[in-house]
């Protein structure tokens, strides 16, 4: 159980609040009234639990202290009067304890020295112990998460008057009111932000009250979109319109587990982990429902459902490339951001800009209403062209921003993007043997490289005779450009297009060979096999955003890497013969799910899994 230390003099006037505040938000209260006395009562707490020192004289809202004390995210946190750490950071409290006045020999103070061994930042009370450790912390390298409180209220009034002054203002405010606008992104496409957010808040706060999880809501969600999958698969109208109302339901819950977690802060690293794959499984498990469906009425889509897979895959990572390679890049400018800016500084166009790139609300809202108004194939038709253009509008914004911005990228972001690449053993032999070569190649070299033998794969498989050896050769090609194009750091303008274009050339290779085969259940098992390698590609990008980097080489060497994939396929198509070739791609994509699966779910519900921080408001 938490602990929180209360110090510091007592609160002139009236009894104050702040012990049951703590209480109800799961802490145990213990009185110190000296720093020696938090340092004695830290030493006595397991290392593991989260410690917390609160002046007594604070005054604020209840959700002050619970954004600054109870979040899971961060290893320190604070507001003014009010500090916490994690086991993490339990540390670097000691040694700011230890080293202020009375817990630790007196020495002589350098100007600017407050006598703790720290500088005391500009408008600091060294009298409030927390605000005094929050700035040791500082100088330690531990910095405290200073929490957005917009109107929330966080005061240590030393008087009467302050005190007057402090309680009107924490009176003003409509906490709850506050609460649940702060459990809503504050960057969201249109649909949701308008059709969505505006009761769904309110059910997370239902739920809430009712002591249901973020988790549990995420898996409703994923049942609901399950169960909306298989309306769809019934190919009749009745259950197209069911499948649409439930996928619509889905995305409430999709919503509202975010929302339970910022308005309840419970946040978890299975959490993370739920949240960041479901999306991508309920999805694709509805287009596969309506493949399902429509074949039950003699229409194959299936072709149109993988297609509508790959492309939405390859979307993501582009995005996820562009954000690794540029999130920490210096003099990171560039006049088309410039314009963008200017462009979000007039209302109506951000909408505008946000709705174009298709993103999920509108997405889902736009598959739910086809399918309940049309068919199978109409609805992918235009999934497939409304994702396209986004693509393109997009990728095409991000090309030229990159072009026009002078920014040096660091080596952080090209171990990024070359854990994003998913290289195998035949492309990193490859890229060793051409790496003196790579090196006086142009900047734009890897990008056209990887395109090249990207494009040259997937159309050679696309336009070749069945059985024909030719797209065995050009996957063969397509090992060497892919060790090619990352024999260098990939630290060049447009480099990071060299992930997308990677899964673009496996997933295109696999669609094109299941089409062009006329196998039967060649097409749903190709769907298999992308799905799997697809979570495999996603489970990656997550690790990445956790902090702790890509899966294991061993298991991204047992998979195979993309060019290797893509080579076995080729070599599947061009030596089994009908049934032979859906067999093999079939037992590929549970194989390759067993070995993704295993050791995704081992990471991320171990321990040691980072929890990933809230998303940013981009929609996905």
């Known amino acids: 159980m938490p602990t929180a230390f209360l110090t510091g003099p007592p609160a002139a006037g009236s009894p104050s609040p702040l012990a049951d505040d703590l209480r109800a938000l799961g802490f145990q209260v213990v009185e110190a009234d000296a720093p020696a006395a938090v340092a004695e009562g830290l030493a006595r707490i397991p290392a593991a639990e989260r410690v917390a020192v609160v002046d007594r004289r604070f005054l604020g809202h209840r959700h002050t202290l619970r954004l600054a004390l109870t979040d899971p995210r961060f290893d320190a946190a604070a507001v003014s009067g009010a500090l916490t750490v994690q086991a993490a950071a339990r540390p670097a409290l000691a040694r700011a304890l230890a080293a202020l006045p009375g817990t630790a020999p007196a020495r002589s103070a350098a100007p600017g020295d407050n006598g703790t061994g720290t500088v005391t930042a500009p408008g600091t009370r060294t009298d409030v112990l927390p605000d005094a450790l929050a700035t040791a912390l500082d100088a330690e390298g531990e910095p405290p998460h200073r929490p957005e409180l917009g109107v929330l209220v966080a005061a240590v009034p030393t008087d009467a008057a302050g005190r007057t002054a402090a309680t009107e203002a924490v009176a003003a405010v409509d906490e709850e009111s506050v609460r649940l606008r702060s459990a809503v992104k504050s960057r969201d496409g249109f649909f949701t932000t308008h059709f969505i957010s505006p009761y769904s808040r309110y059910l997370a706060r239902w739920c809430a009250r009712r002591g249901l999880t973020p988790n549990q809501v995420t898996t409703a969600s994923l049942l609901v979109a399950l169960i909306a999958a298989g309306c769809a698969a019934t190919g009749t109208r009745p259950g197209y319109v069911a499948a649409g109302v439930l996928l619509l339901a889905s995305f409430v819950l999709d ?366």
């Open 255 to 620: 919503c509202t587990d975010g929302q339970l977690a910022r308005y309840s802060l419970q946040y978890s690293t299975l959490g993370a982990w739920l949240d960041a794959t479901f999306d991508r499984a309920k999805e694709y498990a509805y287009y596969a429902g309506l493949a399902l469906g429509a074949a039950r009425g003699g229409d194959d889509v299936w072709a149109l459902a993988l297609g509508a897979m790959v492309l939405q895959t390859c979307r993501h990572v582009v995005d996820f490339s562009f954000n690794e390679a540029n999130h920490d890049a210096t003099a990171n400018t560039s006049p088309t951001a410039a314009l963008s800016g200017r462009l979000d500084s007039v209302g109506w166009t951000v909408w505008v800009r946000r709705m174009i790139v298709l993103p999920i609300g509108e997405r889902w809202a736009l598959i739910a209403v086809l399918t309940a108004a049309t068919t199978p194939r109409i609805t992918l038709t235009v999934l497939l062209i409304g994702c396209g253009l986004a693509a393109c509008y997009t990728t095409a914004g991000r090309v030229l921003r990159s072009l026009t911005r002078k920014a040096r990228r660091t080596d952080r972001a090209a171990q990024a993007l070359a854990d994003l690449a998913d290289s195998g053993p035949l492309a990193e032999a490859v890229a060793a043997a051409l790496r003196p070569v790579a090196r006086r190649m142009p900047s734009f070299a890897p990008p056209a490289v990887a395109l090249l033998g990207a494009g040259a794969v997937t159309a050679t498989a696309a336009l070749s005779p069945w059985g024909s050896w030719w797209p065995v050769l050009a996957a063969a090609v397509y090992v060497f450009t892919s060790g090619f194009a990352v024999a260098r750091p990939l630290k060049g303008a447009l480099d990071w297009l060299v992930p997308p274009f990677f899964r673009a050339g496996e997933y295109g290779t696999v669609l094109a060979l299941a089409a062009v085969s006329g196998v039967n259940g060649a097409l749903p098992a190709a769907f298999g096999l992308v799905a799997a390698v697809a979570y495999h590609h996603y489970d990656t990008v997550y690790r990445i955003r956790g902090g702790t980097g890509a899966p294991p080489r061993a298991l991204v060497r047992a998979a195979g890497g993309h060019e290797g994939r893509a080579l076995l396929v080729a070599l599947a198509a061009a030596l089994a013969h009908h049934s032979g070739f859906t067999v093999t791609l079939t037992v590929l994509a549970a194989a390759l799910a067993l070995l993704v699966l295993t050791e995704s779910v081992r990471f991320w519900v171990s321990s040691g899994a980072p929890a990933v921080h809230d998303e940013s408001g981009e929609p996905a």
